[in-house]
């Protein structure tokens, strides 16, 4: 039996995916609230459930509106450089659902945490320098 090395793996980053009920409420979020960019949408027909892909820079996310692709309620830690300029612009958009705060957490780091309107929250962190 061969068993492969791992210097012959290249593993990259994972791409969650979050299940959503709503475009509308999940554009709203992930899009216009988020900053998030919309890089495709697949339907297998008109009026059957969506899936989509969006990023910011190098960051992607999957949502589902299919039921066997994962459940609501998930949640993602993503890192990011300028913590406190990311939750500047959040609030300055007066989302009406979320206005988040900065937590700064007892293992060295300042985290924004916010939920989206399907269950599924997000965590934004940047790690402090010691």
Not at 19 to 30: G, L, P
Not at 56 to 77: F, Q, V
Not at 109 to 123: A, K, T
Request: aromatic share 14%; proline share 5%; with cysteine.
């Amino acid at each position: 039996m061969y068993v492969m090395s791992t210097s012959e793996i290249f593993m990259k980053s994972t791409i969650p995916i979050f299940r959503i009920f709503n475009e509308e409420k999940a554009k709203e979020f992930y899009l216009t609230f988020l900053g998030f960019a919309l890089d495709w949408e697949h339907r297998f027909e008109d009026d059957l459930p969506l899936y989509m892909q969006i990023s910011y820079g190098n960051c992607i996310i999957h949502l589902s509106e299919h039921h066997g692709d994962c459940c609501p309620g998930g949640a993602i830690r993503i890192e990011v450089e300028n913590l406190e300029l990311l939750h500047s612009n959040l609030i300055s958009k007066k989302y009406k659902y979320t206005r988040p705060g900065i937590e700064t957490t007892p293992w060295n780091s300042q985290e924004v945490c916010i939920g989206d309107p399907f269950g599924n929250r997000i965590v934004f962190f940047e790690n402090l320098q010691k």
